[in-house]
């Protein structure tokens, strides 16, 4: 199936948009941190942590973070769980070799690991991995079902998933004043702060167009999850999954 914001890419109609995807985060690597945290008034890191403390009942001991970008989500996931195993996949080497300095310099280079995947055709063997995280990326996959399905593919039995998403608020007035922000506040702190007109244009409209709440909940029901639930946070602007392979 097809989904909205498969169809947004961040330059171009042509080419692939995993490709787009990819030259967008190495373009905007450098900065990426900083407009993160100011685009969320760091209300991201308490997402964060709720989305780990989720985890934390089931011990995970082998954990992929999926779309790691520069490994914000890697590094409070390894220091709340302290797991054998964790591994943080992206598409941008931009993204990730940044990641591999910030880990480096808080001595966690040996514990945190960086590969460059595909989340359409992982390398994993299956039932790789007992929790698998997706931390504000999985609206940029080509193919969302594709990408789900390879997720459940290396996820071991029992297993559980966690999403973290930016989503459209649906009540007022929460819902007109994040309309304003994303049009307005994001696209032109994101032209100062990075130099890519394009990437924080993309970034609202991917939100706008990516499944949200129950929607999304059949996605990932229809890709073989069971247990599917979500939260919304913060008056909707963030929306957790949760699930169980």
């Known amino acids: 199936?097809?989904?909205?914001?498969?169809d947004i890419k961040p330059y171009n109609s042509d080419g692939k948009k995993a490709a787009q995807v990819e030259k967008m985060f190495d373009n905007i690597a450098h900065k990426y941190d900083l407009l993160n945290h100011a685009l969320s008034l760091g209300i991201?890191?308490?997402?964060?942590?709720?989305?780990?403390?989720?985890?934390r009942v089931f011990h995970p001991q082998k954990i992929m973070d999926v779309a790691t970008g520069t490994g914000d989500f890697a590094i409070q996931a390894y220091h709340d769980l302290l797991p054998q195993l964790l591994i943080g996949t992206d598409i941008s080497e931009g993204m990730m070799n940044v990641g591999r300095k910030k880990v480096k310099k808080i001595g966690l280079e040996h514990n945190i690991l960086f590969a460059k995947e595909d989340c359409a055709n992982l390398s994993f063997t299956d039932n790789s991995f007992d929790a698998i995280t997706v931390a504000f990326g999985i609206r940029n996959f080509e193919d969302l079902d594709k990408g789900l399905l390879e997720i459940?593919?290396?996820?071991?039995?029992?297993g559980h998933l966690v999403i973290l998403e930016l989503t459209t608020p649906?009540?007022?007035?929460?819902?007109?004043?994040?309309?304003?922000?994303?049009?307005?506040?994001?696209?032109?702190?994101g032209k100062l702060l990075s130099k890519d007109n394009?990437?924080?244009?993309?970034?609202p409209q991917s939100i706008k167009a990516f499944p949200q709440g129950e929607v999304m909940k059949g996605v990932l029901e229809k890709a073989g999850f069971r247990e599917v639930a979500f939260t919304r946070l913060t008056f909707g602007i963030c929306t957790l999954y949760i699930a169980t392979k």
């Open 1 to 6: 199936m097809n989904y909205p914001q498969e």
């Open 44 to 55: 991201d890191k308490g997402w964060r942590r709720k989305a780990i403390a989720w985890l």
């Open 152 to 158: 459940h593919r290396v996820l071991e039995k029992d």
């Open 170 to 189: 649906d009540r007022f007035p929460m819902k007109q004043l994040f309309t304003i922000y994303s049009k307005i506040v994001i696209p032109t702190i």
């Open 198 to 203: 394009n990437a924080y244009t993309y970034l």
